[in-house]
């Protein structure tokens, strides 16, 4: 194996979606499968059941392999209970136990990072924070991995705003993750949240890890970009390329196209 293929998605909001765009990533998705399909958060809309049974039907109809890590959308807003007691119960029962899963073969180590969180310490709960529990968590996985696998880390919340708008807040802890993952040499971190697609380097020193946001993939909430996805392809040598994939209404056409 010399590179491996994952399509990254993201913001799906199943409760909010475009049916023909859904049936759409689905027909492009199962085509040509990739090696993973990795989502980064927001499943749903609104934590809903039929919500997350609607996710859970799409991902079971894709051919590839996914792995998911939850957004502040996927935790339930209506729930109180819920939602200070035990916020993934439906997540961990239909979409994955894990809210921090991992995936690897003989080329990457994908690693979730769940940024999601029930409440803070300010009125807006939707930017989340990194925890140091979870990062900690995180490095010790990543410390365990084999040296020569590529490192890929998927989280909902921007680690960095886009450059066109530095002062876009991201999420709780961002700092301290970034320099932990430059340390260990992650390449990649895949993030959503904003519905913007952008790529930033991790650091003006660091030409090593990428940090590449989504657009939503699948939702009728649009920001000014239309809907889309990453299509990346990781190579052995650490090269990555990422082609934007856009919807333009009637199909997926190639849109932007990076070499890291």
């Known amino acids: 194996m010399t590179a491996t293929r994952i399509a990254h998605i993201t913001d799906l909001h199943f409760g909010a979606e475009n049916p023909t765009v859904v049936a759409a990533l689905l027909a492009e998705l199962n085509d040509d499968p990739p090696d993973l399909v990795a989502v980064s958060g927001d499943l749903t809309q609104g934590a809903r059941i039929k919500e997350f049974y609607a996710a859970r039907s799409f991902l079971d109809q894709l051919r590839a392999p996914t792995l998911a890590v939850p957004g502040n959308h996927d935790i339930s807003p209506y729930n109180l209970l819920e939602r200070f007691s035990n916020p993934y119960t439906r997540w961990r029962r239909l979409i ?62 921007p680690l960095l705003p886009p450059g ?22 992650v390449r990649l971190v895949l993030a959503g949240h904003l519905h913007r697609g952008y790529a930033r380097f991790a650091s003006i020193d660091s030409q090593s890890t990428v940090v590449l946001q989504g657009a939503t993939t699948t939702s009728v909430r649009l920001r000014g970009e239309p809907n889309a996805y990453n299509a990346i392809t990781v190579y052995t040598d650490g090269h990555i390329d990422a082609e934007t ?3 333009d209404g009637q199909a997926w056409r190639a849109g932007k196209k990076n070499r890291f």
């Open 96 to 157: 994955s136990p894990d809210t921090s899963p991992l995936w690897r073969n003989e080329v990457v180590a994908v690693l979730g990072l769940n940024s999601a969180r029930r409440l803070g310490l300010h009125w807006d709960w939707s930017r989340g924070r990194v925890t140091r529990k979870r990062l900690l968590a995180l490095l010790m996985r990543l410390d365990s991995l084999p040296a020569n696998l590529i490192k890929v880390v998927v989280v909902h919340h």
């Open 245 to 247: 994939r856009i919807w």
């Open 164 to 185: 066109d708008a530095p002062e876009t807040p991201v999420v709780g802890g961002s700092i301290a993750a970034l320099r932990a993952l430059e340390a260990r040499r």
